[in-house]
């Protein structure tokens, strides 16, 4: 079955990645919607890059507990294939949940993921990224063919640069903020603008 596939995305730190204020995120929650006031809802997925795990596997690779989890990241790390993760409820969990798709891999207990994870060969996500992983789920689980894919309130750029902004002097205190020539770069680039543009741009966001 084809279908519309909407998208919900959970920070801002994703679009601030997107628009070039930030790197790429490495991970993002998303939510997947039939429709785009959100009344459908079909799964919540994690996605994450290898950015992401170079990061953890430093932080786990000398914990013991964590040696086959560690492994499994170093594969996904040496590839290029996307990988899913999954996780799994306790039979005897007071708030037990199974994710009601078939296709999904039942564990020892024959039960169904709680939640699972969206490993992508990349080292930061953007919105092609996003668009990827929603065509793989949808395939893989929930027997759909997204033929068209809609991020749902998508932040504009203005949007984005005002929380950023804000973000800034919330945990950086009250400073003058300096945009970077690396900034003004990568905005220039990513938006297809001129650099006066782009000045005036961040200037009216601060």
Same mark, same amino acid.
């Given at each position: 079955?084809?279908?519309?596939?909407? *998208?919900?995305?959970?920070?801002?730190?994703?679009?601030?990645? %997107? /628009?070039?204020?930030?790197?790429?995120?490495?991970?993002?929650?998303?939510?997947?919607? #039939?429709?785009?006031? !959100?009344?459908?809802?079909?799964?919540?997925?994690?996605? &994450?890059? #290898?950015? +992401?795990? $170079?990061?953890? *596997?430093?932080?786990? =690779?000398?914990?013991?507990?964590?040696?086959?989890? @560690? !492994? #499994?990241? !170093?594969?996904?790390?040496?590839?290029? #294939? %996307? &990988?899913?993760? /999954?996780?799994?409820?306790?039979?005897?969990?007071?708030?037990?949940?199974?994710?009601? +798709?078939? =296709?999904?891999?039942?564990?020892?207990?024959?039960? +169904?993921?709680?939640?699972?994870?969206?490993? +992508?060969?990349?080292?930061?996500?953007?919105?092609?990224?996003?668009?990827?992983? *929603? $065509?793989?789920?949808? $395939?893989? /689980?929930?027997?759909?063919?997204?033929?068209?894919?809609?991020?749902?309130?998508?932040?504009?750029?203005?949007?984005?640069? !005002?929380? /950023?902004?804000?973000?800034?002097?919330?945990?950086?205190?009250? @400073?003058?903020? @300096?945009?970077?020539?690396?900034?003004?770069?990568?905005?220039?680039?990513?938006?297809?603008?001129? $650099?006066?543009?782009? *000045?005036?741009?961040?200037?009216?966001?601060?």
């Amino acid at each position: 079955m084809t279908t519309t596939i909407y *998208v919900e995305t959970s920070s801002y730190n994703f679009w601030w990645g %997107v /628009y070039g204020m930030e790197p790429l995120t490495g991970w993002e929650d998303i939510v997947l919607h #039939k429709d785009n006031k !959100q009344r459908n809802k079909l799964i919540a997925i994690c996605v &994450c890059t #290898k950015n +992401y795990f $170079r990061n953890a *596997v430093e932080e786990l =690779k000398d914990d013991p507990d964590e040696a086959d989890f @560690v !492994q #499994k990241i !170093q594969v996904f790390l040496d590839g290029d #294939k %996307v &990988c899913y993760h /999954y996780y799994y409820d306790s039979p005897g969990d007071e708030d037990l949940y199974e994710l009601p +798709y078939e =296709k999904l891999p039942r564990n020892e207990h024959g039960m +169904y993921p709680r939640s699972f994870e969206v490993w +992508y060969p990349s080292e930061g996500i953007n919105e092609a990224v996003i668009e990827s992983c *929603v $065509r793989e789920v949808s $395939r893989d /689980y929930l027997d759909l063919e997204a033929d068209h894919i809609s991020f749902i309130e998508p932040t504009n750029r203005e949007e984005a640069l !005002q929380a /950023y902004s804000e973000d800034i002097a919330r945990f950086r205190g009250n @400073v003058k903020l @300096v945009f970077t020539e690396e900034l003004i770069e990568s905005m220039m680039k990513k938006m297809s603008l001129k $650099r006066e543009e782009v *000045v005036n741009l961040l200037e009216r966001g601060v």
